[in-house]
């Protein structure tokens, strides 16, 4: 087996994967970085999985320690931090960071399952891997997905209604 071929596949969607877990990007490298020493030692059959399995492990360890997560959720693409912004792209940029927020707020109304398939399965991860990382039929997969994905546009639906009701 090559890590370093199987790092430069994997690396990014990783970080991306942690950074949903721990919402910090620098600890979710670090996170990918101690996942990838913790790699040397093993010849796992399916590396990707296995990889995913200890990061999500490494990142649960973390949570329990933590006494409040931070930084932003990557679920939607990567975002490019822009330095300099024209004036007149200040009002769009801070709707897309409260996009964000709400989009953050949404995932944490959801269930540590539905988090955990939809972070999998936005970081690249096949139905097949997904099902190996969380322990699920691979069958249910798809449908757990469907769910999941319905609950966070129910969550963040709710969201946006109270922010409409409240004012903010």
């Not at 099902?131 to 699920?136: D, F, P, R, W, Y």
């Amino acid at each position: 087996m090559n890590w370093s071929e199987v790092y430069a596949q994997t690396y990014k969607d990783l970080v991306r994967f942690l950074v949903g877990k721990v919402w910090d990007r620098e600890r979710a490298q670090d996170l990918a970085q101690e996942t990838f020493v913790r790699a040397l030692r093993h010849e796992p059959d399916n590396p990707r999985a296995w990889l995913f399995s200890v990061a999500a492990n490494l990142a649960r360890d973390e949570a329990r320690t933590a006494v409040r997560r931070r930084g932003h959720l990557t679920l939607l693409e990567n975002e490019a931090e822009a330095e300099g912004t024209v004036e007149s792209e200040a009002p769009a940029r801070l709707e897309d960071a409260e996009t964000r927020r709400q989009v953050e707020r949404a995932m944490e109304r959801l269930s540590e399952r539905d988090r955990e398939v939809l972070l999998l399965w936005s970081a690249g991860n096949s139905y097949g891997d997904i099902a190996e990382i969380t322990k699920l039929a691979p069958g249910a997969i798809g449908t757990t997905l469907a769910r999941a994905r319905a609950r966070l546009l129910a969550a963040y639906e709710g969201l946006e209604n109270d922010v409409a009701r409240h004012g903010g």
